[in-house]
């Protein structure tokens, strides 16, 4: 009997095989692609990847895997420059006071104008002490309300050239300018 569980023992360590990914030891083995590379992993370590189909069955795809697929498609590639429209108009340096004016002259309180903007109270003091800087959106639903310019155009020398694969004006266009 001592034999026969040695020789059972030396076959139960034979079968053993080791998970290339954590490293256990592990009575069966799966062949999956993770990341594009065909390794052998236990079942716990196979959920990382895609299960290569044997002939005649369906390959299983993990969730995890088709998740980060679905998220890589959708994410931008680059930005195109290049097909982003011109803009030729920055914010005037004196919004807040124009701001204030037109809203004294409409004999509108901040609150009133916070209500109409759908915006908060702490934005509009904000904007009128020149703490913050409006956004496209925020510039529009102003100029509408309050019946008022708050961009200008851009002169031809102030402009700053388009490159491709640009990020947008680095620091180094900015000095070009002055």
Known sequence: MYIAESVYLSFAKVTQ?????????VPAIRKVRIEGILIEVCSKCARFGEETA????????????TQRLQRREKRPVYRDIFNEKDVSEILVEDY???????????KITKKE?????NE????IH??????????????RKLEKELEILLREKITDEARVEKKPYSQGITLGDLINLK
Not at 17 to 25: A, K, R, T
Not at 113 to 117: G, M, T, V
Request: aromatic share 2%.
């Open 17 to 25: 095989m080791q998970c290339e990914m954590c490293g256990s030891n």
């Open 54 to 65: 044997k002939k005649g069955e369906k390959k299983v795809v993990s969730s995890i895997v």
């Open 96 to 106: 807040p006071k124009r701001i204030t004016q037109a809203r004294n002259s409409k």
């Open 113 to 117: 104008l916070a209500a109409r903007l």
């Open 120 to 123: 908060k109270l702490s934005v």
């Open 126 to 139: 904000k904007l009128e002490r020149g703490d913050f800087r409006p956004n496209e959106k925020l510039i």
